[in-house]
Every structure is written in structure tokens, then in C-alpha cells.
């Protein structure tokens, strides 16, 4: 893909329910490996840029986890999947330009590029981790773009759990397939189960982090 200057050598795709913990893990793995080796897409990042844009909404309450973007979820699903029908990947592909091109990552520090990555040339992040994927189609996006490094991360909390963070069922939302999509059909490569009564995230996490050594120490044997 002629926008993106260097490959990662490992893209971990996350999904799970909202308030499952996704951003939660995801930055949590960020933190452990630090922000030179892996940065954080969200696919929602450019779906709410735009549509923050085009309905005159604050960008930064829609990007963080309070009730703000709740309002908006509904109205949110339904304007990104007419802009999904035209084609699948549109979301997808935008959120991996960013991880190269810190221009609409912006000052909300959602990836390390804009920190770490000046410019496009300096980049050389090994790692991945898309936050937020809803649909088989964004799945499949990332695994026919990186059909090596790509493995799928599903974040699993019970409802009552959720509840406590935040969550109540809403008609249209949590039955749709933004919340569906990936229910059924798919074979997880790890589940992480985000409960209090569970293995630590950090037991449960090391083999992933470990994956991610592997792919660094793999790149630096490559670019020597
Ligand atoms: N293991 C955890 N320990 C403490 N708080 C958590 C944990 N997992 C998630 N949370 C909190 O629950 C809320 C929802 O988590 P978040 O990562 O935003 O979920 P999602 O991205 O799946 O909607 C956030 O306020 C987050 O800080
Ligand atoms: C319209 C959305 O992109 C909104 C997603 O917002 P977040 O990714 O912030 O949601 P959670 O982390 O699960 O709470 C969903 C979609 O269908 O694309």
C-alpha cells in the first residue's frame, strides 16, 4: 500500500462487546512494550472524526469512554455502515494510514506515531494493535493486508461486569452487528478474559507480549 512506508511484523486485531475492556487491554499492552515498539489503530478513530465533523460534535468527549459518545452510538453505526456498504475496508484503511502518517492522529495521542514518528521515514513500530474491530469485514481486511502478521484477540467480560462499568443493553446497539459481528464464525487465535475473578491481565497477556519480542527481535535480525 503506496501510504504506509514500513510493514509491521505483528498486527493484533481486538474485538470484543463494548465495556468488554478493549481500549483497557490494548493499552495496558501499549504501556508493558512501550510506545516504539507497538501503537494503538482505532478504527473508530476516523469514523468519528468524520462524523464529529460533519455533525459539528466534540471530537474528544466522542473519543473517550464517558456517556458523551453513548448519545451518538446509534446515529454513529448507522453512518459508518452506509460508508462500509460502498466498501468494507474504507475505515480500516484509513485507521492504518495513521500509523504511519501522525497528521489525523492528531494531538489525542491515540497512537504512538504522533509522539514517537515525526516523519513518515522514522517509522519503525513492530507492532500493531487494533483496538476495535465490530465486523468479519474488518477482520478479514487486516488478515488479506497482513496475511503473516495478523492475529485476532478477543476480550471477553460477563454482562454483569460490564454493567458495573458502565453498560446497560440498548435495542439497536447491542443487538446489531456492530456488537454482533464477530460472535459467531470466528476462531479467536487468544481470548482474554478481563474479570476481577480471573487470571491477572498480566498472566493472561504474556504470551502475547511475548509474541511481540518475537516479532521485534525478528525485524532487527531483518533490517541488520
Ligand atoms: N481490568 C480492568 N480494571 C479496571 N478497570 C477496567 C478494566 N477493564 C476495563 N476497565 C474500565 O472499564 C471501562 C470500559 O473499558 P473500555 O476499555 O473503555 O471498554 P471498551 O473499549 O471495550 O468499550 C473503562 O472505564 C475502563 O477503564
Ligand atoms: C460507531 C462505532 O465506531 C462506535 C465505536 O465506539 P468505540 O470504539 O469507542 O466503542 P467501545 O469502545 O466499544 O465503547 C461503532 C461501529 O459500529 O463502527
Aim: aromatic fraction near 8%.
Amino acid at each position: 500500500m503506496e501510504d504506509r512506508v514500513s510493514e509491521p511484523s505483528l498486527v493484533l486485531v481486538f474485538s470484543g462487546k463494548r465495556k468488554s475492556g478493549k481500549d483497557y487491554v490494548t493499552e495496558l499492552i501499549q504501556q508493558r512494550l512501550g510506545p516504539d515498539v507497538c501503537c494503538i489503530l482505532r478504527l473508530s478513530g476516523p469514523l468519528k472524526e468524520q462524523y464529529a465533523q460533519e455533525h459539528g460534535l466534540d471530537l474528544d468527549q466522542l473519543m473517550g469512554p464517558g456517556p458523551y459518545k453513548e448519545q451518538y452510538r446509534a446515529d454513529m453505526i448507522h453512518w459508518g455502515e452506509s460508508r462500509r456498504r460502498q466498501d468494507p475496508g474504507f475505515f480500516c484503511r484509513l485507521a492504518s494510514r495513521g500509523a504511519c502518517q501522525p497528521v489525523w492522529v492528531g494531538e489525542r495521542g491515540s497512537c504512538c506515531c504522533d509522539v514517537i514518528l515525526q516523519t513518515a521515514e522514522l517509522c519503525s513500530v513492530i507492532g500493531q494493535l487494533v483496538s476495535d474491530a465490530r465486523r468479519l469485514s474488518d477482520l478479514q481486511w487486516f488478515q488479506a493486508e497482513f496475511p503473516q502478521q495478523t492475529q485476532s484477540v478477543r476480550v471477553q467480560s460477563s454482562e454483569k461486569t460490564r454493567s458495573q462499568r458502565g453498560w446497560s443493553f440498548t435495542a439497536g446497539v447491542d443487538d446489531a452487528e456492530s456488537e454482533c459481528g464477530l460472535d459467531n464464525g470466528v476462531e479467536f487465535d487468544w481470548i482474554v478474559i478481563n474479570e476481577a475473578d480471573a487470571p491477572s491481565l498480566d498472566e493472561q497477556l504474556r504470551p502475547i507480549l511475548q509474541l511481540t519480542e518475537e516479532a521485534a527481535s525478528t525485524s532487527s535480525v531483518n533490517q541488520s
